[in-house]
């Protein structure tokens, strides 16, 4: 991703800032087009793994729905230009406000939690002589096998219906006169590498869309959600997911009735690898058993690590030729040395990565954080009173 000399590119901006390849993004696009039109499979971007206007306006180029878990995130896709009925919305904890805002806005369904929620959208859509389409987010009791607070379809979790309170609720639905049950929703995590947990995921969808059949209940819509990961050890030779063997599982393994539209919901798979941290040591500092890389970047502009332990890949870009650590003397390698690369925030969890090796690192080298595009500058904050995050992109500079 980084060829060239990148460095010269990011020469005279204030690090830190967030670098978005919009060419990766493009490619990302148009294969996931391609693998999802094969079986007529539409997929909804999830807004939440990143909002940036630049961004959305490229996934809105390429027809895709949005999938909201906020009343503003609704907001933000009308104003993007996604059309009202390719827009869903999900959360366990959705406002009247919210619930309001979205049946103004006319949305395509609300994926709904529990039982009180159901009764609150119809009390809502009542008032505003509105039908609302829903669908019923299941907890299918499937483990995504990632990491725990990732985690969303197991019952321990606090999102969705569990199966043994199914058949109240959609005795229920029944009576509510302002609903239209048009669907039924599942998302299990997120991150999830392990693609048999999608094929848990389909064989239980299978059982459940039996139980509604039984019931002479028919359902329209069957969205899996989202949850596929990408690769954060080994960006530059997995930049693109594997959305084939993705897509091609569920096709394999769905058993769909007649005329029934499958949904999906990605958000990291379609922004994560276009987007890198580019941040500037300001610190070398010898520790008891490790050496302190500082950077000017910490917990505030990606959170990820500190959040949930995540990962990503740490380089330092100063050292670096076309992609590769730059060679000394005409064929010597770098001398490779351990850092704790940590933030400037005043956090013992603001740290990027223990023990990373890099190439001997000095105060304005340029690091690179990669496979930042998803769950990144959205979640990025002011604590410390720090200022906001900038991003620029690959067509701009
Ligand atoms: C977060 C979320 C998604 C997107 O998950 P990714 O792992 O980013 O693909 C999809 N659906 C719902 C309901 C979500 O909460």
């Given amino acids: 991703m980084f060829t060239g000399n990148i460095i010269s590119k990011f020469k005279g901006i204030q690090t830190p800032f967030y670098y978005y390849d919009l060419e990766v993004l493009n490619q990302t696009l148009q294969k996931l087009k391609k693998e999802s039109g094969k079986y007529g499979f539409f997929v909804h971007y999830a807004l939440k793994a990143n909002a940036d206007n630049k961004i959305l306006d490229i996934i809105k180029s390429y027809n895709l729905g949005a999938d909201c878990v906020s009343g503003n995130e609704v907001k933000k896709a009308i104003e993007c230009n996604f059309s009202p009925e390719h827009i869903v919305f999900a959360g366990v904890g959705k406002s009247d406000a919210e619930i309001n805002c979205a049946l103004d806005n006319n949305i395509f369904c609300f994926n709904c939690e529990s039982l009180q929620e159901l009764e609150v959208i119809n009390d809502l859509a009542f008032k505003k002589n509105k039908n609302a389409g829903i669908a019923l987010r299941i907890n299918p009791n499937v483990n995504a096998n990632t990491h725990k607070y990732i985690t969303t379809g197991l019952e321990e979790n606090k999102f969705g219906i569990n199966l043994w309170e199914l058949a109240t609720v959609v005795n229920a639905v029944k009576k509510l006169k302002n609903l239209q049950l048009i669907g039924l929703h599942f998302h299990i995590g997120s991150q999830i590498m392990d693609l048999n ?117 740490i380089e330092n870009l100063s050292k670096m030729e076309n992609g590769k650590l730059r060679m000394e003397n005409g064929n010597q390698p770098l001398a490779i040395q351990k850092y704790d690369v940590v933030g400037p925030i005043c956090e013992s969890s603001d740290c990027f990565g223990k023990a990373v090796s890099l190439p001997e690192t000095m105060r304005g080298d340029l690091i690179a954080l990669r496979t930042a595009g998803a769950y990144g500058e959205v979640m990025s904050s002011a604590y410390n009173l720090r200022d906001r995050v900038k991003a620029f992109y690959s067509n701009e500079i």
């Avoid at 094929?199 to 059982?207: G, P, T, W």
Wanted: aromatic content about 12%; hydrophobic content about 40%.
């Fill in 197 to 313: 947990s999608f094929k848990s995921l389909c064989l239980r969808v299978n059982e459940i869309q039996n139980w509604f059949a039984v019931r002479k209940i028919k359902i329209e819509n069957i969205n899996v959600g989202g949850g596929l990961g990408v690769n954060y050890h080994e960006p530059d030779t997995n930049l693109i997911p594997d959305f084939e063997v993705y897509f091609k599982l569920f096709n394999d393994f769905l058993e769909l009735r007649p005329r029934q539209k499958v949904h999906f919901e990605l958000g990291r798979s379609i922004t994560a690898q276009c987007g890198t941290l580019i941040s500037k040591v300001l610190y070398v500092k010898n520790g008891v058993n490790t050496n302190f890389a500082i950077l000017d970047a910490g917990m505030t502009e990606l959170m990820r690590p500190a959040l949930y332990q995540a990962y990503h890949k």
